[in-house]
């Protein structure tokens, strides 16, 4: 059985262009996104790399780190960063894990146990690794996308899917399509309408099955 949402993310040791990491040391007690691309130089990584930069302020005020990784080595993703900086006019801090092994991609279930990369490879060998893990501080999988090669990932929408994963953390609610901060959000069936009015004050009575309050956050 493959990684599922809610299971303890492996805890790898692995090389970035940052130095030697252990994956549940490096999260500490913050909020983790691991995403991952098939190969460096490539035009959609690229543009993918220089969105998460930009988004280096967004991050740290959701105390969330972001981790890299790309099935190339250490010593390319560091010329690589050069590009990406200069493409997206902003620094790119974070660290990117060097899988040349394919160990990460493998214990993340974005390739099969038997992949493996040919001479002359390119992205397409392993075009499966285009995908993101939101992580919580206890270290478990709280959301997972996985992309085509064809389709540049939205980090605005990563950015408010984890807005909605820190709202609702451990909380009796949940958010509706198109939630974003400052909206309204759903109160969990787990909560009566007696229950729901105790702890939240206002309930607006949508449907039976169907309850909002104002976000507290």
């Known amino acids: 059985m493959g990684l599922r949402i809610n299971d303890i993310v492996p805890n790898f040791t692995a090389e970035t262009d940052h130095g030697t990491i252990t994956f549940h040391d490096w999260i500490g007690d913050s909020w983790a996104i691991l995403f991952s691309h098939p190969k460096d130089y490539t035009p959609v990584c690229t543009t993918e790399f220089g969105a998460v930069a930009q988004l280096a302020d967004e991050w740290a005020k959701r105390n969330t780190k972001v981790i890299g990784l790309s099935v190339d080595s250490v010593q390319e993703h560091a010329g690589w960063k050069k590009d990406i900086e200069s493409f997206a006019g902003a620094a790119a801090t974070f660290p990117i894990i060097g899988d040349q092994d394919l160990a990460v991609s493998k214990q993340f279930d ?73 909206q309204d959000v759903i109160v969990a069936l787990s909560l009566n309408d007696d229950q729901a009015r105790e702890k939240f004050g206002d309930i607006d009575i949508k449907l039976p099955y169907l309850r909002t309050t104002a976000h507290k956050a």
């Open 110 to 182: 974005m390739l099969p146990a038997d992949a493996y990369l040919p001479d002359g490879r390119t992205a397409a060998d392993s075009a499966s690794v285009r995908s993101v893990f939101i992580i919580s501080p206890d270290k478990k999988v709280q959301l997972i996308m996985t992309y085509p090669m064809s389709v540049g990932r939205n980090f605005a929408e990563v950015l408010r899917a984890l807005d909605g994963l820190q709202a609702t953390f451990g909380a009796p609610i949940a958010t509706p399509a198109n939630w974003t901060v400052g």
